[in-house]
């Protein structure tokens, strides 16, 4: 069981590193959304990539040129599905989008094809008999910064298939990333099972009005020798991500309340998402938290 053609479908703040990288490896991709102008928007953020892959990890014109060659765009469903043999989901993490994708997707894409979501916070099992092929389904969770935060956590749910979970953890090595398979389902797998407490805490000091995020973050870092604090992280993570995640989380929960009131309020509605829209908690690039004075 091996892969040649893969389709990633949203191209968001991880969407478009996944694509990105899986050409880059010498993948044919296919990037699917929901319109050809949100794909028009994905191309000026891969040029943007390549900038990046120049300069953290090398890349040559020759390298980043073949890449851009290897990645096709569809807002068309079946089309985009046709020759996959691997379909990676990272649409926005709503359950009931996500079912409505897996429908579809489940009922246009070949038989052969895998599917695997990006999901962060989501079980596979909570959209296994949705895709039409349970025993082909299973989670690969990426962090952001695909291309120097090169982990894949592989996760499968009791009804995956071993040969496809072998498959996929195959696949996430040919694409540069240090595999991390996962023996039973785990909200938060293992990255962020460890990263979201820390973050609650951070959204639960700035929400009380304990500390102001540059005191939560200089804490963090001068104490643990981290190069970035909770509040950097959320900026990395995406500002909508965590909102999203909290949204889900707010009812009957006052201090969650609280959280989704002061993200939206202070970042969802002023368009300041983090290191995608170029402001969030601090301003990018060259965050005041890479200062050299920073911790003084």
């Avoid at 000091?205 to 870092?221: Q, S």
């Amino acid at each position: 069981m091996s892969f040649k053609n893969i389709t990633v479908a949203g191209s968001g703040v991880l969407g478009y590193q996944i694509a990105f990288q899986t050409a880059f490896k010498g993948f044919n991709v296919v990037v699917y959304d929901i319109n050809d102008a949100v794909l028009e928007q994905a191309k000026s953020k891969f040029s943007n990539l390549s900038a990046a892959y120049k300069k953290d990890i090398h890349a040559t014109d020759k390298q980043l040129a073949e890449t851009q060659s290897r990645l096709t765009y569809s807002s068309n469903l079946s089309e985009a599905l046709a020759t996959a043999d691997l379909l990676i989901e990272a649409i926005p993490e709503n359950p009931k989008i996500k079912i409505d994708f897996y429908q579809n997707a489940g009922k246009v894409a070949p038989e052969k094809t895998i599917f695997a979501t990006n999901s962060s916070t989501l079980l596979p099992s909570q959209f296994a008999s949705y895709t039409g092929r349970p025993e082909k389904f299973l989670a690969l969770h990426f962090a952001n910064e695909i291309w120097i935060h090169n982990t894949a956590e592989i996760m499968g749910h009791s009804g995956t298939d071993p040969e496809v979970f072998k498959a996929v953890v195959a696949f996430a090595k040919q694409i540069g990333m240090i595999t991390l398979p996962l023996h039973k389902e785990q909200p938060g797998y293992i990255l962020n099972t460890l990263l979201v407490p820390l973050l609650d805490a951070a959204t639960y000091l700035l929400v009380n009005d304990i500390a102001d995020y540059k005191t939560i973050d200089k804490t963090w870092m001068a104490a643990t020798g981290a190069p970035v604090g909770p509040c950097g992280i959320l900026d990395l993570v995406g500002i909508t991500t965590a909102y999203n995640i909290n949204l889900m989380a707010a009812a009957n929960n006052p201090e969650k309340e609280k959280v989704v009131a002061f993200l939206k309020s202070n970042f969802i509605d002023t368009n300041k998402l983090g290191i995608n829209t170029g402001q969030g908690f601090y301003t990018y690039p060259n965050p005041e938290f890479e200062d050299k004075d920073f911790l003084k």
